[in-house]
């Protein structure tokens, strides 16, 4: 087994922990009216790294992997359920070879399908189909953003 093969299988199974640790944000997206819509949100802003994955252009970053698994575990050791979606999803932006400022903007994204999103809205006032409406705007307009900046040049035709 080779030593990228390892590293791919250790990130796999570090965002699989996450992804459990995160496991409550389903009830919360079909059962809390200024969530709803979160899995669309989620759904979209996973689009990148869906094509990153048919590009096989999957290298993760083991830093950002232990900050995921770091955040994972004192979330759930504190039932701070916002720690582990943030590390849910530094998971998944380990996982892409992209430059910084991408994997910065689509982190900073994640927040489009997280909870914290919907309360904070609620706090605001914002009517429950207005912040359907941001939650998925939000998500597209970096993702398409994202899509932009991670494009591959295609090679000059003669």
Known sequence: M?????????ALAVTIYCAWSAHDLVGSWSHTPFNRLGWLAFLIWLLPLLREAGRR???????????ALACSLIGTIGEQNFICYFGF?????????????????WLAASVSWM???????????????????????????AVSLILFLTRRKLPAQT
């Open 57 to 67: 252009n999957i290298e993760p970053l083991p830093a950002l992997l232990w900050i």
């Open 115 to 141: 909870t914290i999103f919907g309360y904070a809205m609620q706090r605001a006032s914002v009517s429950g189909g207005t912040v359907m409406m941001l939650r998925l705007l939000a998500a597209a307009g």
């Open 2 to 10: 080779t030593a990228r093969s390892q590293t791919f299988l250790v």
């Open 89 to 105: 999803s530094l998971a998944l932006a380990a996982l892409p070879h992209w430059p910084f400022l991408s994997r910065l903007l």
